[in-house]
Nanobody
Framework: QVQLVESGGGLVQAGGSLKLSCAASGRTFSSAAMGWFRQAPGKEREFVAA?????????????VKGRFTISRDNASRDNAKNTVYLQMNSLKPEDTAVYYCAARRPAYGGARVAEDAYDYWGQGTQVTVSS
């Protein structure tokens, strides 16, 4: 059973920082490109950041470039979890949203911006930035 579990969301003041984590079960996800998306109230889900399996390529939405950093730890054992992180600095009220972790099929391709390129999704974690 594929499972992506996000954590690290919460309430923070504008200018503050949060670090989101996404634990992906299964060693095969060490070969999967992964991404973060977000959905604000009344808006469609949008791309935030993506990273390829080897962490040699990263992509960011213009709205978060220079403030957010995506990274990953790949599992080295069969029963370990692959974890993707989203470090969010200089947070703004407009960053308020539910943040979702997503994964492509393992060994299927590189990081992508398009939502429909991802096959697996987490349940989301709420990030609220107060002004």
């Amino acid at each position: 059973q594929v499972q992506l579990v996000e954590s690290g969301g919460g309430l923070v003041q504008a200018g503050g920082s949060l670090k989101l984590s996404c634990a992906a079960s299964g060693r095969t996800f060490s070969s999967a490109a992964m991404g973060w998306f977000r959905q604000a109230p009344g808006k469609e889900r949008e791309f935030v950041a993506a990273i390829n399996w080897s962490a040699t390529s990263t992509y960011y939405a213009d709205s978060v470039k220079g403030r957010f950093t995506i990274s990953r730890d790949n599992a080295s054992r069969d029963n370990a979890k692959n974890t993707v992180y989203l470090q969010m600095n200089s947070l703004k009220p407009e960053d308020t949203a539910v943040y979702y972790c997503a994964a492509r099929r393992p060994a299927y391709g590189g990081a992508r911006v398009a939502e429909d390129a991802y096959d697996y999704w987490g349940q989301g974690t709420q990030v609220t930035v107060s002004s």
